[in-house]
């Protein structure tokens, strides 16, 4: 079996990879790409404790997220076609105008 | 069927005993509403018999007590029910209030029926004729209130009685309340005659609040069934209230200390003096006495008190009504002394002899009056058609521009002219007077035979007042009717006609014959009082008070003729300006001024009370209210007060405080806006690097420090 601190690790890892592609990037669809990323890297670390602790909870929490982001990219996407149909672009550094 | 037989079969009328309130009520409400509307004849026949048939009531009550004269109460209302206070309007009638239902509708209905004639003239001598309608809803009133009070079964509606003949004195006095001194002068007698009277009348109150206190009643059967027990245990009780009664008593029927107002009530027209200032109203005092016989049996002191007082009161007023020039002043001062008479007689317990000569009084004293109404109508008449002579020289329109029709120096010789008026009017003195076989001589002799033994000194005080009471009407029909006319209207004076004449027979007709009701040995009205009044001792006839009466009477007539008949008559050949205008003036000197001034006793009220009571009054007004409170304590402290509070709440707290918080704040989050705004750049990844440090802080924080 592989030991928990290698999937924990690797958890870490992808989540720190995608908070850097959210801090980073300016693309919208690369942002949302890394939210994934760092969604999946909960989800891991779910499915490593709920594997280590030989209880289910974990399982279903995981199923949940991934219920949950499905309907999260759907409005997203959606958020992101109409913004690149006012700005047409989707830099998120364009959409500034709520700054004080 | 035949009056005898009504007697015999003794039907019960008792239940027809409001209609002596009714009658007068309803006679009052027609000439109030339609009165504008009608004539004045028709005027004086609906108040005149509605007063006629109170009489004729009154007349079945009393055939309803011949057998037996054991009364009734009739009860038609609740009036005041609280707790354990029941106050009903309910008649009593019995014989003494029967007696003074008599009295007040029969003397009543004949004044009545002579003011058609007389406030025919009066009105359009006093130039107001529209106040003709106004008269006989005053005089009917009067009989309610007058009517209510003798006939109440309770000392409350006694009360509203007593005060309702109050009103009704105040409003007439004043009648021609525009005329007078200064055009206030009748007003201003109306004022003081009810100011007066409610001096008396709370003296009035305080007593039914005692009685009240100590009986827990008003009726009277229950306060007189209580009052000996009540005495036996605490006679401190029954003395208070009866002397409060009495001050009450003072008031109404004008005794001393407060009779000033009576004769300054002769401001009223002539038939009001009569039947309210002279035959009714001032006798409900006496009235009072009597009905309250069984509480002042109880008190021996207070008894013996109110004779002296109404002793004192006979003899002090007939001093002074000797000389006096106003024919009705005279009257109205022989008026206090008789009635000085009746208080000291029921004060003494001889209650049958005061309402004996209570009736007698207002039988003699109405004729009085009302005959020297007539006379005065009669000098009216004669100055007007004399001022509209043209033939008179200036001397003689001086003389008629300063005519008083009052003034008796200006009078005599008349009776020639006015021959009934004459005949009527010396009945009227004689009865006064008390000669023999007149109604006066019965009533005053009863009064004093009664007086003779329990109280000497009131006894003597009344003698005297007896004497003089001859001399001054001796003196007055002397004055006014024998000798030389001393003016011109005296000389031209005509006689009234026939409805004020008739009247004045009928009255003159019961001043000879009033006596019977109560000849000695048969003692008829004492026996008729006894079942009122409890069992009375009947003094027998005394021969020497009655010669000593009549011996003094008759001295005193023969020393007023001498006076003011052969005195007066060389007087008058004196030069005007050296002539005394009375003959006693010489021989009295500084006394008769002292009694034509009337001992000053309304000068020295004045001093004593009035005008310390007006320097209080005004001090209070100009310095402690105008000054003080006005000027200091309103200007001052409460507006100054005032407006520096609320210039401290304006300025300090309002502008300060409350603005100044809410203002530093506002500038406050500008201010700390403009800073912090700088922090909202509008990247989203600037956003989401806060959250992320914020996450890691929080993280960091759990893990570290827990």
């Known amino acids: 079996m592989v030991p928990i601190q290698y999937l924990l690790g690797l958890s870490a890892v992808l989540f720190t990879i995608g908070a850097m592609g959210v801090l980073i990037r300016r693309n919208a669809i690369i942002i949302f790409m890394s939210i994934e990323l760092m969604l999946n890297a909960g989800n891991l670390a779910f499915i490593t404790y709920a594997r280590s602790h030989q209880s289910m909870d974990g399982q279903i929490f995981v199923f949940f997220v991934m219920a949950v982001a499905a309907a999260e990219v759907a409005v997203g996407l959606g958020l992101i076609v109409a913004i690149f149909r006012s700005k047409k672009s989707i830099d998120v550094d364009q959409m500034n105008v709520l700054g004080g | 069927m035949l009056l005898s037989e009504v007697v015999s079969s003794g039907p019960q009328f008792f239940y027809l005993v409001p209609l002596v309130v009714v009658f007068p009520l309803i006679g009052l409400l027609v000439n109030l509403v339609f009165g504008g509307r009608m004539s004045e004849k028709a005027i004086g026949i609906v108040g005149s018999v509605a007063v006629g048939l109170s009489f004729l009531v009154s007349v079945l009550l009393a055939f309803s007590l011949i057998d037996p004269h054991q009364g009734e109460t009739v009860t038609i209302l609740p009036w005041i029910t609280i707790a354990d206070l029941n106050i009903n309007w309910s008649f009593n009638v019995d014989t003494l209030s029967v007696t003074m239902m008599l009295v007040v509708s029969g003397v009543g209905a004949l004044i009545h029926i002579y003011s058609i004639g007389y406030m025919h003239d009066d009105v ?23 009517m209510i009070l003798v006939s109440a079964d309770n000392y409350m509606m006694l009360f509203v009685g007593w005060e309702g003949v109050g009103l009704c004195s105040y409003l007439l006095i004043g009648f021609w309340y525009d005329k007078g001194k200064d055009g206030i002068g009748n007003a201003v007698a109306g004022r003081k005659a009810f100011i007066t009277n409610r001096i008396g009348d709370f003296g009035f109150i305080l007593a039914a609040f005692i009685m009240f206190w100590v009986f827990g009643t008003f009726e009277f059967n229950a306060v007189f069934e209580q009052a000996p027990e009540v005495a036996a245990v605490f006679p401190a009780a029954i003395a208070a209230i009866t002397l409060l009664m009495v001050v009450g008593v003072t008031g109404k029927s ?11 009530a002769m401001a009223g027209p002539t038939p009001v003096s009569a039947l309210i200032h002279a035959a009714t109203m001032v006798t409900a005092g006496v009235y009072l006495i009597v009905r309250s016989a069984p509480l002042f049996s109880l008190v021996p002191d207070v008894q013996y008190f109110v004779a002296i007082l109404g002793a004192a009161t006979a003899f002090f007023a007939a001093t002074i009504a000797v000389a006096q020039f106003d024919i009705k002043k005279v009257l109205a001062y022989s008026t206090i002394s008789q009635l000085g008479f009746m208080v000291s007689a029921a004060g003494m317990g001889a209650f049958v002899a005061a309402e004996f000569h209570l009736v007698t009084h207002a039988f003699f004293k109405a004729l009085l009056f009302l005959s020297a109404g007539s006379t005065i109508l009669g000098l009216e008449h004669a100055h007007h058609h004399l001022e509209h002579d043209a033939h008179l020289d200036e001397k003689a329109k001086e003389e008629l521009h300063n005519f008083d029709p009052q003034d008796m120096r200006i009078m005599g010789g008349m009776n020639k002219r006015m021959k009934i008026t004459f005949w009527v009017f010396l009945i009227g003195a004689l009865a006064l007077a008390g000669i023999p076989p007149m109604a006066g001589f019965w009533s005053k002799d009863e009064i004093l035979a009664d007086l003779a033994q329990p109280n000497p000194i009131a006894f003597w005080l009344l003698i005297a007042a007896a004497f003089l009471t001859a001399f001054y009407m001796g003196r007055q ?35 000879v014959l009033g006596g019977i009701i109560n000849l000695p040995t048969l003692h008829t009205f004492t026996h008729w009082l006894e079942e009122s009044l409890g069992h009375m001792h009947a003094v027998e006839f005394a021969f020497w008070i009655a010669a000593l009466t009549t011996i003094s009477s008759i001295t005193a007539i023969l020393l007023a003729w001498y006076l003011y008949y052969r005195r007066y008559q060389k007087l008058q050949e004196l030069p005007a300006a050296d002539r005394p205008d009375d003959p006693l003036r010489p021989v009295l000197g500084p006394v008769f001024t002292l009694l034509e001034n009337k001992y000053w006793v309304d000068e020295i009220y004045w001093t004593v009370f009035l005008n310390p009571f007006v320097s209080l009054a005004h001090f209070l007004a100009d310095t402690v209210d105008w000054r003080f409170w006005h000027d200091w304590f309103h200007d001052k402290v409460i507006t100054a007060g005032y407006n520096a509070l609320s210039g401290l709440l304006a300025v300090q707290i309002d502008l300060g405080i409350i603005d100044g918080a809410a203002n530093k704040i506002a500038e406050w989050v500008t201010t700390a806006a403009a800073k912090w705004r700088r922090i909202e750049t509008g990247y989203v990844r600037n956003y989401a690097l806060s959250i992320f440090v914020g996450v890691v802080l929080i993280l960091g924080f759990l893990v570290l420090w827990r």
């Open chain 2, 124 to 146: 359009r001598f006093q130039g107001d004729p529209s106040r003709y309608q106004r008269f006989f809803v005053f005089m009917n009133l009067f009989i309610v209130m007058m």
């Open chain 2, 254 to 264: 004008a005794q001393i200390p407060l009779f000033v107002w009576l004769p300054d």
């Open chain 2, 477 to 511: 029909v002397l004055m006014v009717w024998f000798g030389k006319s001393r003016s011109l209207p005296a000389g031209a004076a005509h006689e009234s006609p026939a409805v004020i004449t008739v009247p004045l027979i009928l009255l003159a007709a019961l001043s």
